[in-house]
């Protein structure tokens, strides 16, 4: 029996500080994984510097978060590959802890499993606001479904199975899609779960979730989230 | 009731005329859809006949239970304009999930045509190898 097929998935905007050191620390790792960065057209010279280490699709514009993702979905989708595992382009999500999502699926198959900053305490954390945002949204993802039992929504270092990359690859946000993906997974019946990994503080460059975007965000999560709930499962 | 006199019919349906010959050039030269003809339209449309039929404009206010026809006027083109900019809304939605989708296939087409690109160089890069070695053994077995 061959081998599972997993791809990396590497979303990155103007990350040319961070993204050489990441593709070398995956490529350290000496494990089977394919990478595909998805520069999301970058200002800097992210591309340029990602390029000859592994292979990237460049956008022509800059589609945010949830576009570049999903165009990686695609590529996986049409490469057949058996998971997917997206990891932040700015070095927040240490490659080593992949293996930790490929255990805990191993141990208990979903089809999305998160990686949560919140089920061990020696995690980095984020700002108390964004840690109660992502409360508040894993609460109402609690009530909204109730077999969701999540901690971390706003994680954006997950693993994926190849029911949930050909979901994604028709469908996915486009703004803070982490939260809104998980509805609409659950919504489509999918299951999820989360298993703790340890994070790193950005190592370069700034968030784009500052100052009272974490509001904006809250309100709009919530939205789509509870508008989800209202979807047809066929339209998923 | 107030008495429209016969400057103010030629005012509106003068304006009426032309804002209509200027948006059906405009659609005859596919600027505009025939949807959005209809619905500006309305803009020379409602004046006129609260111009040209008063009586009518009085009716629809007592039914609507205001004391201005004009109200009543303005109410019904803002409807008419929150049709319009609800239709461009989705309108613009669809053509966003478009062009975002042209520039994931346009990445991923590219992508794909550069690996294609190198693993042919590659190939040939080998084939030439090869039959370069060829040739020596070849010249070697002649000498």
Redesign the interface.
């Known amino acids: 029996m061959s081998l599972p097929r997993v791809l990396l998935i590497i979303p990155c905007y103007n990350e040319q500080g961070s993204i050489s050191a990441l593709l070398k620390e995956i490529d350290d790792l000496c494990h089977d994984f394919e990478v595909i960065v ?1 520069d999301d057209g970058s200002l800097d010279d992210t591309f340029k510097i990602a390029q000859p280490l592994s ?7 800059n ?1 945010g978060i949830g ?1 570049a993702v ?2 990686g979905f ?2 996986a989708d ?1 490469h057949d590959f058996d998971f997917c595992v997206q990891i932040d382009g700015d070095g927040q999500h240490p490659p080593g802890q992949i293996s930790k999502l490929l255990a805990a699926y191993g141990k208990d198959p979903a089809e999305i499993v998160i990686g949560s900053r919140f089920l061990t305490n020696d995690s980095f954390r984020s700002t108390w606001l964004r840690r109660f945002g992502g409360q508040i949204i894993a609460r109402t993802l609690k009530i909204l479904f109730p077999n969701c039992q999540i901690s971390d929504p706003t994680s954006g270092m997950r693993l994926m199975n190849r029911r949930a990359i050909q979901f994604f690859a028709r469908q996915y946000p ?1 703004d803070f899609p982490e939260p809104i993906s998980l509805a609409w997974a659950l919504r489509a019946g999918m299951s999820v779960r989360d298993t703790p990994i340890k994070m790193r503080a950005r190592q370069k460059g700034q968030g784009s979730i500052v100052g009272i975007k974490p509001l904006a965000y809250i309100l709009r999560v919530l939205g789509y989230i509870l508008l989800s709930r209202l979807k047809r499962r066929s339209l998923l | 009731m107030y008495i429209v006199n016969t400057k103010t019919y030629v005012l509106v349906a003068s304006v009426a005329l032309v804002y209509m010959i200027f948006i059906a050039i405009k659609t005859a030269r596919q600027q505009l859809d025939f949807y959005d003809l209809i619905m500006l339209s309305m803009v020379a449309f409602v004046p006129a006949i609260f111009t040209f039929w008063p009586s009518f404009a009085y009716w629809i206010a007592d039914l609507a239970g205001v004391a201005f026809p004009f109200v009543i006027m303005f109410g019904a083109l803002f409807i008419i304009l929150f049709l319009f900019v609800h239709r461009l809304t989705i309108k613009i939605h669809k053509l966003e999930m478009d062009n ?1 989708l042209l ?2 296939e ?3 087409l ?2 794909e045509i550069e ?1 294609q690109w190198k693993k042919m160089k590659h190939d040939n890069a080998i084939t030439r190898g090869t039959d370069l070695k060829n040739d020596a053994l070849h010249s070697k077995l002649k000498g």
């Open positions: 998805v292979p990237t699709v460049h956008l022509l514009r589609l576009g999903q165009t695609k590529y049409r486009y | 975002r520039i994931q346009t990445g991923l590219r992508h690996s």
